[in-house]
């Protein structure tokens, strides 16, 4: 698998999002989206993330490069920044 490939898909194997990410990153799928915690989120935070979860929301309307990367899918990471 390509790294390019790896970036933008949600078929990617939880072992090579592992291997990337380490073997503490805790993997949500969501239609053709991969969320990364890598920050060890409670079940309840994970839980929160999962439903408040909106590409309409993250990626602005008037940004082409925002629109296609909401098109191709790919990874979001959290890692406890924000």
């Known amino acids: 698998m390509s790294p ?3 970036l933008n898909t949600s078929t990617t194997p939880d ?6 990410f ?7 799928r969501i ?5 990364i ?5 409670t ?5 929160r993330r999962e439903k408040a979860f909106t ?5 602005d309307s008037n940004c082409p490069i925002c629109q296609l990367l909401k098109e191709k899918g790919g990874n979001i990471i ?3 920044m924000f």
């Open 4 to 6: 390019t490939e790896l």
């Open 15 to 20: 072992s090579e999002i592992k291997r990337i």
């Open 22 to 28: 380490g073997e503490q990153a805790i993997i949500s």
């Open 31 to 35: 239609d053709k989206w991969n969320l």
């Open 37 to 41: 915690h890598l920050d060890n989120p």
């Open 43 to 47: 079940d309840r935070e994970k839980a």
């Open 55 to 59: 590409p309409d929301k993250i990626f």
């Open 78 to 80: 959290y890692d406890g």
